[in-house]
């Protein structure tokens, strides 16, 4: 079992900047990868970002060049630098931990949930 506590959250004015973390617990050497997902309301979840134990990062195209994803995996704990924050970013923002990255990001585990919220 692995456990994801995030913390960082919290209400930001546009164009202001917050950073998410997430620590992991348990059998967090099964981890393979860990990243961050967002639900805004009235949409699905989605991928915001992921980096593999070995290092490897990805981002999808709604965070490019304004979120950085940083951490290490094998040291149970990964970061969310968002920067140039826009009122669509509003969403809860869950940490993530995948097992097996075989086949692509597809998280075992998740945190409870970070409220982010942008006002314009």
């Known amino acids: 079992q692995v456990r994801l506590v995030e913390s960082g959250g919290g209400v930001v004015q546009a164009g202001g900047s917050l950073r998410l973390s997430c620590a992991a617990s348990g059998s967090i050497f099964t981890i393979s990868a860990m990243g961050w997902y967002r639900q805004a309301p009235g949409k699905q979840r989605a991928l915001v970002s992921r980096i593999t134990r070995g290092g490897s990062i990805n981002y999808v195209d709604s965070g490019k060049g304004r979120f950085t994803v940083s951490g290490d995996v094998a040291k149970n704990t990964v970061y969310l630098q968002m920067n140039s924050l826009k009122p669509e970013d509003t969403a809860v923002y869950y940490c993530?931990?995948?097992?097996?990255?075989?086949?692509?990001?597809?998280?075992?585990?998740w945190g409870q949930g970070t409220q982010v919220t942008v006002s314009s």
């Open positions: 993530a931990a995948d097992l097996d990255i075989v086949n692509g990001f597809s998280p075992d585990y």
